[in-house]
């Protein structure tokens, strides 16, 4: 059997079985079947009278009136910069124990310290909904199901324009995280002036066999270079195997004219 939910205010709630899923029409006063749960689709959160918005791993976003089996087990899930951390527990860094939720509240910890390098710079993901060890995806432009934290900016790409998404707080990275994103790769410019660099990066990215102490040596040679010609820059890690060499800019010059330069 199961038990109708029409929430006012807001609760998360975990599933502990199947769950029929069915949008409310107001005006016509009907209630429409959507579809039945799947098994890795099971965490939601009901928020406002007749509304759920369903969080899951490809960001499934459905508004309606929800039915679930009566005498289910309701708990709230945490909450790291006012975004709700579904699947806190799961590993994403298995060989260092590093949980959805660790990661969370390391961003928010270090965020005046994230938010700066992000801030105003679309975004390219990498989403690794399982963990960095399992299947991941590359993603460029928004869709409907992203979270209100995260703003986005229309870029003319295509003959047409695609929404990019930016994080501009605290809150969006975590949100990006809930996404599974594990990457967030920025521009090298800023909004408004997308076509003007405010830097420029030298991406060191060796061959596996390559020892490491070569590729400290390359960059360290990249950077006496830079000095002479009086660019200051710093050294930033990929989170991969090798190494960044980023060269802060004053955004007076075109992209084409920076990547002369380079």
């Given at each position: 059997?199961?038990?109708?939910?029409?929430?006012?205010?807001?609760?998360?709630?975990?599933?502990?079985?199947?769950?029929?899923?069915?949008?409310?029409?107001?005006?016509?006063?009907?209630?429409?079947?959507?579809?039945?749960?799947?098994?890795?689709?099971n965490d939601y959160t009901l928020a406002n009278v007749e509304t759920f918005s369903f969080s899951a791993r490809d960001g499934l976003e459905v508004h309606g009136l929800a039915t679930f089996p009566a005498g289910r087990r309701r708990t709230a899930l945490p909450t790291v910069a006012d975004v709700v951390i579904s699947n806190g527990d799961k590993l994403l860094y298995p060989e260092a124990g590093i949980t959805k939720r660790d990661l969370a509240e390391y961003y928010a910890a270090v965020g005046d310290w994230i938010v700066p390098q992000l801030a105003g710079r679309p975004l390219t993901l990498v989403r690794c909904p399982n963990g960095w060890d399992k299947p991941c995806f590359f993603q460029k432009h928004a869709n409907q199901s992203i979270s209100e934290f995260i703003d986005t900016i229309d870029i003319r790409e295509g003959g047409g324009e695609q929404p990019y998404m930016i994080a501009n707080s605290v809150s969006a990275v975590v949100a990006l995280l809930q996404m599974g994103v594990?990457?967030?790769?920025?521009?090298?410019?800023?909004?408004?002036?997308?076509?003007?660099?405010?830097?420029?990066?030298?991406?060191?990215?060796p061959d596996e066999k390559l020892a490491w102490d070569s590729i400290v040596e390359g960059v360290n040679v990249l950077r006496k270079l830079l000095d002479t010609l009086g660019l200051a820059a710093f050294v930033k890690t990929t989170g991969g195997k090798g190494l960044h060499v980023v060269v802060p800019l004053d955004p007076t010059r075109a992209w084409d004219q920076a990547k002369e330069f380079c």
């Amino acid at each position: 059997a199961t038990a109708s939910a029409v929430c006012g205010g807001r609760q998360t709630v975990q599933d502990a079985g199947p769950v029929r899923y069915h949008r409310w029409d107001r005006a016509s006063q009907t209630l429409t079947h959507l579809f039945d749960n799947q098994p890795a689709l099971n965490d939601y959160t009901l928020a406002n009278v007749e509304t759920f918005s369903f969080s899951a791993r490809d960001g499934l976003e459905v508004h309606g009136l929800a039915t679930f089996p009566a005498g289910r087990r309701r708990t709230a899930l945490p909450t790291v910069a006012d975004v709700v951390i579904s699947n806190g527990d799961k590993l994403l860094y298995p060989e260092a124990g590093i949980t959805k939720r660790d990661l969370a509240e390391y961003y928010a910890a270090v965020g005046d310290w994230i938010v700066p390098q992000l801030a105003g710079r679309p975004l390219t993901l990498v989403r690794c909904p399982n963990g960095w060890d399992k299947p991941c995806f590359f993603q460029k432009h928004a869709n409907q199901s992203i979270s209100e934290f995260i703003d986005t900016i229309d870029i003319r790409e295509g003959g047409g324009e695609q929404p990019y998404m930016i994080a501009n707080s605290v809150s969006a990275v975590v949100a990006l995280l809930q996404m599974g994103v594990l990457e967030l790769h920025p521009w090298g410019s800023r909004a408004p002036k997308l076509s003007h660099p405010d830097r420029l990066v030298f991406d060191f990215d060796p061959d596996e066999k390559l020892a490491w102490d070569s590729i400290v040596e390359g960059v360290n040679v990249l950077r006496k270079l830079l000095d002479t010609l009086g660019l200051a820059a710093f050294v930033k890690t990929t989170g991969g195997k090798g190494l960044h060499v980023v060269v802060p800019l004053d955004p007076t010059r075109a992209w084409d004219q920076a990547k002369e330069f380079c």
